[in-house]
C-alpha cells in the first residue's frame, strides 16, 4: 500500500500584473494559511516520507511554511516538472518514481484534482488552496498505478483545520434593530444552532482548540438565552432543554480547561524547558483521552436526538408565542432582581471565601449579561461594564483550575520535578490571591448604572 498526498499550494497574490505565473508569491492569506496546513499535514502523516514541490515562488513558500523543523533536508526536493497544470504529466512523473511508500507533492490545480479524479471513484469536487487530499494507493510500485482503483483517506481544506480561515465563511447573525427582544429570541437561538453545527466537524477533527471554544460559546449562549426566558416568563416548559444544554457545555469543560492550561505553560513555566516538555506531555496526553470522549458523545445518538429536539422547539409556534409575550420592561425587572442577589452574595464575600464562591458569582454575572442582551439597545453601557468585569472572574476562574490541574499533578507524579512543580504552584497561589483582591475591591454592582 502506498500512500499520497496531493497538496495545493497557499493562496497566491495578484498584485502585481508585471510577475509572470511562476514568480507569483503568496498574499497574507497564503502566509497565514501555512501554519494550520503543517499542523494538519502533520496529524494526517504527510511527513513520513518524501516530500516533492514544483518550483513556483508560491509552491516552494508554500513547503517552507509547513516544513517541519526535524524533516530530513534529504528527503526534500524541488521539481520543475511539478510546476504543471496537466494531471496527466504529473501521472508520467509519479508512475516514474523510485519505490517509496509515502510521499508528499506540493503543487497546481488542475493538475492535483485531476489526478485525484483519475485514481478515485469518487473524488473531491474541488482542491481550494492550501487544501490537501491523502490518497491510499493499492500497488507496490508506482509504476502499476491504475484508474480508479485507489481510496481516499482524508480530504481537508482550510475551512475545517482552522477557525481563522473557517469565520471567514461564517453566517453573520442578521441585524435587529433592538425594539422587538421577543420576535429576536427565535432568530438568535436559530443562529446560535447554525453555528453549533458548522463547527461540530472542526471540534470533532481537533486541531484548532477555537473550534471547541466557539462550540461551547455557543452551546451557553442558547443556554443562557432559554434559562433568561424561562426565568422572565415564569414558563418551565424550556428546562428539559436548557439540562440538555448544559449537559452538552459540561462534557467540554475539562477538554477546554486542558487546551487553556496547554497553551499557558510556556509562560508560566518561564525558561524552564524540562518542566514544561513534562507538563506538556502529561496534559497532552489528557487532552487527547477527552477529545476521544467528547468525539464519541458528538456522534452519539443521545446528543444528535437532542439537538434536534432544541431544534424542533425553537421553531415551534409554542415557542414563538412564549418568546413573543416578553417586553424590554419584564427583562428589566429580571436584571435588577439578578443584580439584587449578585450584590448580597458580593457583601458576604471575604479573602477567606472559598474558590467556589467566586466562580458562583462569575456565573451571576453571566447571568445578568445574557439577559441583558435580549435586549441589547437597552443596556450598551452596562454590558461593556459587565463583560470587563466577567473578564476578571474569568481569570480568576483559570487560576484556580491550574492550581487543580498542578495539585492533581504532584500527586499523581511526585517524583518528578518536585521542587519546580512547587514553585509553580506557589506562583500560582500568589497571582490568584491578587486577583482575589481586585474582586473584593470591586464590590457590588450599582443598579443605577448597571
Request: aromatic share 6%; net charge positive; hydrophobic share 35%.
Amino acid at each position: 500500500m502506498k500512500h499520497l498526498f496531493l497538496i495545493r499550494h497557499a493562496k497566491s497574490s495578484w498584485a502585481d500584473e508585471g510577475l509572470n505565473d511562476h514568480e507569483r508569491p503568496l498574499n497574507g492569506r497564503g502566509e497565514a494559511q501555512l501554519a494550520p496546513l503543517g499542523n494538519a499535514l502533520t496529524h494526517a502523516g504527510a511527513f513520513g516520507g518524501r516530500l516533492y514541490a514544483s518550483d513556483a515562488i508560491r509552491a516552494k513558500q508554500t513547503l517552507e511554511g509547513v516544513l517541519p523543523e526535524a524533516f530530513p533536508v534529504q528527503h526534500v526536493q524541488t521539481v520543475p516538472e511539478l510546476y504543471t497544470f496537466d494531471y496527466q504529466r504529473l501521472l508520467q512523473w509519479l508512475q516514474s518514481l523510485e519505490n517509496t511508500d509515502r510521499i508528499a507533492i506540493i503543487g497546481h490545480n488542475p493538475a492535483l484534482i485531476e489526478l485525484a479524479a483519475w485514481l478515485l471513484k469518487h473524488p473531491p469536487a474541488h482542491l481550494p488552496t492550501a487544501s490537501f487530499i491523502h490518497i491510499c494507493v493499492p500497488v507496490t510500485d508506482w509504476h502499476n498505478l491504475k484508474q480508479g482503483k485507489s481510496k481516499l483517506e482524508t480530504f481537508l481544506t482550510p475551512k475545517e483545520f482552522s477557525y481563522q480561515h473557517f469565520a471567514r465563511t461564517l453566517k453573520k447573525r442578521a441585524k435587529t434593530d433592538g425594539t422587538n427582544p421577543g420576535k429576536d429570541i427565535p432568530a438568535a437561538l436559530r443562529h446560535q444552532l447554525t453555528v453549533i453545527h458548522q463547527l461540530e466537524p472542526g471540534v470533532i477533527l481537533g486541531l484548532d482548540n477555537e473550534f471547541l471554544h466557539q462550540y461551547r460559546i455557543a452551546i451557553r449562549r442558547s443556554r443562557a438565552i432559554a434559562e433568561s426566558l424561562q426565568e422572565v416568563t415564569g414558563d418551565r416548559r424550556l428546562s428539559s432543554s436548557t439540562k440538555e444544554l448544559k449537559r452538552h457545555a459540561n462534557a467540554t469543560g475539562r477538554l477546554r480547561d486542558l487546551h487553556v492550561l496547554l497553551e499557558d505553560l510556556p509562560g508560566l513555566c518561564q525558561e524552564n524547558g524540562e518542566l514544561q516538555t513534562t507538563l506538556h506531555t502529561y496534559f497532552g496526553k489528557q487532552a487527547k483521552e477527552e477529545h476521544t470522549r467528547l468525539v464519541k458523545k458528538l456522534k452519539g445518538k443521545r446528543y444528535h436526538d437532542s439537538v434536534n429536539d432544541w431544534h424542533h422547539l425553537i421553531d415551534s409556534r409554542k415557542f414563538h408565542k412564549l418568546a413573543g409575550k416578553l417586553a424590554p420592561k419584564d427583562i428589566r425587572n429580571a436584571v435588577q432582581q439578578r443584580i439584587k442577589q449578585f450584590n448580597t452574595r458580593t457583601a458576604e464575600l471575604m479573602h477567606t471565601s472559598p474558590d467556589e464562591d467566586i466562580h458562583r458569582l462569575r456565573k451571576q454575572l453571566k447571568r445578568i449579561r445574557y439577559l441583558m442582551e435580549l435586549d441589547k439597545a437597552g443596556w450598551k453601557q452596562s454590558l461593556k461594564t459587565l463583560k470587563s468585569r466577567q473578564q476578571l472572574y474569568g481569570n480568576f476562574q483559570d487560576l484556580h483550575v491550574q492550581l487543580e490541574l498542578m495539585k492533581e499533578f504532584r500527586s499523581n507524579a511526585s517524583n518528578v520535578l518536585p521542587a519546580a512543580i512547587n514553585g509553580l504552584i506557589d506562583t500560582l497561589e500568589r497571582k490568584k490571591s491578587a486577583v482575589r483582591k481586585q474582586i473584593l475591591a470591586l464590590g457590588g454592582l450599582d443598579g443605577a448604572q448597571v
